[in-house]
């Protein structure tokens, strides 16, 4: 039983660190904010690592974020701490996206570039049936029992820790590099692929890069640049490029 046990929390762990790569190269920094252009085959390999792990359309998540950095910690946030109260969003955060995603026109308004393809008619815009698919997979290799609470744990890890420590803690406590309303948290960027460096994001959004300082270390950084190296990506400059180009 305790060897079944330290199985499921590896195999929940993986799972939950795909899902983190993927949202944050390729929903966040790739789809959002246009930091990195992914090579179209690996570009479908994150979208469906988001499906399959997460149930997240793509255009919903895109235009909630976008929404998030016009207003952001101002009238309009979906998930401002400031605005809500911090423990509301750090154990909420799931709940205020979706009531922004109760307003359709927000995908219209903020993700019209994000186009509809066969694969998200078959089956990406079907946020259930991915993690349904997922969490039988689990079951299929580690038991009903085992497979069970590996996905549990993961979605609980995925949407309730990682996930609303970025809205949350990364908006409340923490420290700063560039005058904006985000904080940085290495502890937290260690375990969400970089996104704890939330306030070298919000300084700089289109940085495929979120580490500025020679202390700060970015997970998701050496994946984009491995994946440049095949040609398999091309990032946009980094902080210190455009710091650079605004002194020269």
């Known amino acids: 039983m ?4 330290v199985v499921a929390l590896i195999v929940s762990s993986l799972v939950t660190q795909v899902a983190v790569f993927s949202t944050t190269i390729y929903l966040h920094r790739a789809a959002t904010h246009r930091a990195v252009v992914l090579h179209p085959g ?4 994150f979208r469906f690592a988001i499906w399959v792990t ?10 909630v974020h976008r929404k998030h950095h016009v207003f952001t910690d101002e009238e309009g946030d979906p998930h401002s701490p400031v605005l809500e ?6 154990w909420g955060n799931v709940f ?18 994000m186009k509809k393809d066969a694969w998200d008619r078959l089956f990406f ?19 009903i029992g085992w497979g069970l609470f590996a996905a549990g744990l993961h979605a609980f890890l995925y949407v309730f820790v990682l996930s609303s420590s970025i809205n949350g803690l990364c908006h409340h406590v923490g420290y700063k590099n560039f005058s904006n ?22 300084g700089f959004p289109r940085s495929p ?27 946009y400059r980094t902080i210190d490029a455009a710091l650079t180009s605004k002194t020269a």
């Open 42 to 45: 690996v570009e479908w390999f």
């Open 181 to 202: 309303t985000a904080t940085n948290i290495q502890f937290i960027a260690w375990l969400t692929g970089g996104e704890g460096l939330h306030n070298n994001h919000h």
């Open 209 to 235: 890069k979120f580490s500025f300082r020679p202390s700060e270390f970015d997970p998701a950084w050496p994946v984009i640049r491995l994946l440049a190296r095949l040609k398999l990506a091309k990032p």
């Open 2 to 5: 305790l060897f079944s046990m």
């Open 54 to 63: 997460t149930g997240i359309v793509p255009a919903e998540w895109v235009a």
């Open 125 to 143: 815009s079907h946020g259930f049936v991915g993690p349904t698919l997922g969490t039988i997979g689990l079951c299929l290799v580690l038991g």
């Open 85 to 90: 109260g911090f423990w509301e969003v750090q």
């Open 96 to 113: 205020y996206y979706i009531r922004a995603l109760k307003d359709r026109s927000i995908v219209s308004k903020y993700a019209r570039d």
